[in-house]
């Protein structure tokens, strides 16, 4: 069963920052990589609710950074039509063509 990141929080245990975990079932779990307390909410329990009420909006929630479009590339100059090259393998060719 993956669990996939779903939100920051403090420790119950040392008030430092911590990552929760969501798992397939909607359980919420941490561990603690300062003092090693783990937390551990069933679904759909008063426990998950609480913490689910303290918890930071992840950032896929939070209002999106909009970027400008960049500026539109200016057209590219038309390309002239090929010269007419001057060697000897034009002047052998068009003859052939000629004859």
């Given at each position: 069963m993956a669990?996939?990141k779903f939100?920051?929080?403090?420790?119950?245990?040392?008030?430092?920052?911590?990552?929760?975990?969501?798992?397939?079932?909607?359980s919420?779990?941490y561990?603690?990589q300062h003092?090693d307390f783990?937390?551990y909410?069933?679904a759909?329990?008063?426990?998950?609710?609480?913490?689910m009420?303290?918890?930071?909006?992840p950032?896929?929630?939070?209002a999106?950074k909009?970027?400008?479009?960049p500026?539109?590339?200016?057209?590219a100059?038309?390309?002239d039509?090929?010269?007419?090259?001057n060697?000897?393998?034009?002047?052998?060719t068009?003859q052939?063509v000629?004859?």
């Amino acid at each position: 069963m993956a669990k996939i990141k779903f939100s920051t929080g403090e420790c119950d245990r040392c008030s430092e920052q911590i990552v929760w975990r969501s798992a397939e079932s909607g359980s919420l779990s941490y561990t603690c990589q300062h003092c090693d307390f783990r937390g551990y909410a069933p679904a759909h329990t008063d426990a998950a609710k609480k913490i689910m009420a303290k918890l930071q909006p992840p950032a896929s929630q939070c209002a999106p950074k909009i970027k400008p479009l960049p500026p539109e590339a200016p057209p590219a100059p038309p390309k002239d039509a090929p010269k007419k090259s001057n060697s000897i393998w034009d002047d052998l060719t068009k003859q052939k063509v000629a004859e």
